[in-house]
């Protein structure tokens, strides 16, 4: 009698010891968050985008910031969507240094290459990407 007391026992135990292991997979496990990429337009090395290209996922935010040598804007001249997607993700324009904009782009964005230039510096060299993982 004292032998199977003893066997309950510790399966009792081992079953709450299980139980609470599992339980801290559901507590651990957490939604993937999106992501947020800070652009500089104008900022240190003149006439660019820093970084000139940002990798990102659906879903994340890119936020372009004005660091020196205003106007700028963002114009996207190349996306794998359509020109729909490309004139959404585009922005008219900032003046003044420490203006910011931001886009968040789609979580059902496809995949690949979105070129943009700043419009009144492309001539000066300009350009940056976004790269779009899947």
Request: proline share 6%.
């Amino acid at each position: 009698m004292t032998f199977l007391k003893s066997a309950a026992r510790k399966l009792a135990i081992f079953s709450v010891a299980m139980i609470m292991v599992v339980g801290t997979f559901f507590m651990n496990a957490s939604e993937a968050s999106a992501a947020e990429i800070t652009i500089v337009m104008g900022g240190t090395k003149g006439l660019v985008f820093e970084p000139a290209i940002a990798t990102i996922k659906p879903g994340d935010t890119v936020t372009w910031n004005v660091g020196a040598l205003p106007p700028h804007n963002v114009q996207f001249s190349k996306t794998p969507g359509d020109a729909a997607l490309a004139a959404s993700l585009s922005h008219k324009g900032l003046e003044g240094k420490g203006k910011s904009f931001s886009v968040t782009f789609p979580a059902d964005a496809p995949a690949g290459n979105y070129d943009y230039f700043c419009m009144p510096h492309r001539g000066a060299g300009m350009v940056g990407k976004i790269v779009v993982e899947g």
